[in-house]
């Protein structure tokens, strides 16, 4: 039997969240602008439940400001490169996992960053699906440039509001949030979406939400394997799907540092700073299949993995990585979920900062 290893790649991969950066660094106020807009993309796709919309088309609704301060293509391949942070190991475990099975990515980014991650870590881009695009083949006019600047200090003055756990439906919002989304709903929808440059929204189509489980889905029809010798890797809302997707037809979903959507949509919680402990769920999902895998982490302690038959050499490595204390590798129950999430989030904001941590 062949069973596969599939991975998100910002979060279990790489510490970045590479569009944000982008924006940071070349839009004024970008950050601000990204993290209202990632706000609004959580709640048309978790409680508004948008039609035709998805979790991480935040990569799409960014891109018009981009134009607007004339960044290219060239300009995202070249930052993207240069500014690339890894989680810790991870070109080996890649490389040790890709070893023993076929192993794929599956990522929201945008391609010129999993292109340089890529050539980073040695792993074959023909194994990854990324959301692709060519920013250059977009015009704005100078009319547009100046009122999409407007627009995104209109929107950096805007709160990142919050999104109660509860909440269901538009009406379980606050009147304020009601009243930033309606806004935001103007300003995307009519405003931007009827600008000449708001073609780029229907043409590009990030890899998020129902796309990720489409992925999965296309790679185990082109190796001809069953989704329940899939193991998936993810930390987000992005996640989601793939983590219902992979769980619903028996395969492994694992949760990597993710947030309170991910803990609550996967099987196993990995709360860790570097990737040795993926490498050992995965070998042993490789090798073992799901039952044992979930047998070693039910007795996830330095005893069971001493005793553990999966690589004595990874296995010696991540001891001696952690002699006193192991990264904390949990069965998600629904006992344990919201205490596991909330330890999860508050790790994640330590691995990949304050502001990143804290998106959806």
């Known amino acids: 039997m062949r069973r596969i290893f599939i991975s998100d790649c910002e979060g279990p991969i790489s510490k970045n969240d590479n569009a944000f950066e982008i924006m940071a660094r070349f839009v004024p106020h970008g950050d601000k602008i990204f993290a209202v807009t990632s706000r609004y993309d959580d709640a048309l796709a978790d409680v508004l439940k948008k039609s035709g919309y998805k979790a991480g088309d935040t990569l799409k609704l960014v891109l018009p400001f981009l134009k607007a301060y004339d960044v290219t293509d060239e300009k995202i391949r070249d930052f993207s490169a240069r500014n690339l942070v890894l989680i810790t190991n991870i070109k080996n475990s890649l490389r040790h996992i890709s070893n023993i099975a076929p192993s794929y990515i599956v990522s929201t980014s945008y391609e010129h960053y999993i292109r340089a991650l890529c050539e980073a870590v040695e792993f074959p881009f023909k194994n990854t699906y990324c959301t692709r695009l060519n920013l250059d083949e977009y015009d704005v006019t100078q009319e547009e440039k100046e009122q999409l600047k407007k627009i995104g200090h209109e929107i950096a003055q805007m709160p990142v509001f919050e999104i109660p756990p509860e909440a269901r439906s538009f009406k379980d919002l606050s009147k304020n ?184």
Do not use: C
């Open 177 to 360: 949030v009601r009243s930033t989304i309606e806004k935001l709903d103007e300003i995307f929808w009519e405003t931007i979406d009827e600008m000449h440059i708001g073609r780029i929204y229907s043409e590009v189509n990030p890899v998020g939400g129902s796309e990720k489980a489409e992925a999965i889905n296309d790679v185990v029809h082109k190796l001809n394997v069953a989704l329940a010798d899939v193991m998936y890797v993810g930390d987000s809302i992005t996640d989601e799907e793939a983590f219902k997707f992979v769980k619903e037809n028996g395969g492994l979903a694992v949760s990597f540092n993710g947030n309170q959507y991910a803990v609550k949509n996967a099987e196993i919680a990995l709360i860790s700073a570097d990737s040795i402990a993926t490498a050992i769920i995965a070998e042993a999902f490789i090798r073992f299949g799901k039952g044992e895998t979930l047998d070693l982490v039910a007795n996830w302690s330095f005893e069971t993995l001493a005793k553990s038959s999966g690589d004595q050499e990874l296995i010696d490595n991540f001891l001696k990585l952690h002699p006193r204390e192991l990264p904390k590798a949990k069965i998600i129950t629904k006992e344990n979920m919201e205490n596991l999430a909330r330890e999860s989030t508050e790790f994640r904001k330590k691995v990949r900062g304050e502001t990143v941590g804290k998106m959806g």
